[in-house]
């Protein structure tokens, strides 16, 4: 289960990784902005999915509280996401308040990215062989 919890965790990963290219994607394409950003939407969907399996998975595998908590946190930020573009969109009158609030989007995304590396590098550190420095004589 451990090892599964760390698949997930790397798959969350990726996906996060190609969520930045669909982003990059969405914004110079000539198609209207809702038809552009659908990939990367429906992507960023897809990790909210993988980030309460990967939450659940942990919980179930016994996991270090700590590690289950980040893996949560992830959950909590990708909400965030969905909330800060919903925000923006309802205040995009026009004024430079819409956009402003928007660029918490991309924030909140690196901080989603930093959050998931770190759940990926302490999940595999539970499940490889404690490596020990020993002395050479």
């Known amino acids: 289960m451990r ?20 982003a990059a994607v969405g914004a110079f394409d000539s198609a209207p902005t809702e038809e552009a950003f659908a990939p990367h939407r429906l992507l960023g969907y897809s990790m909210l999915v993988l980030a309460v399996l990967a939450t659940i998975i942990g919980a179930v595998a016994r996991m270090p509280g700590q590690l289950i908590g980040r ?53 595999r550190q539970t499940w490889e062989p404690a490596k020990t420095d020993r002395l050479v004589s």
Request: charge should be positive.
């Open 71 to 123: 893996a949560g946190l992830v959950v909590g930020l990708v909400i965030v996401q969905v909330l800060i573009r919903e925000i923006a969109k309802a205040i995009g009158d026009g004024s430079t308040a819409g956009p402003l609030v928007f660029g918490l989007h991309a924030l909140n995304a690196l901080f989603i990215m930093g959050v998931a590396e770190s759940v990926l590098r302490r999940s």
């Open 3 to 22: 090892k599964l919890f760390t698949g997930l965790a790397a798959l969350l990963m990726l996906a996060i990784v190609a969520q930045f290219f669909l």
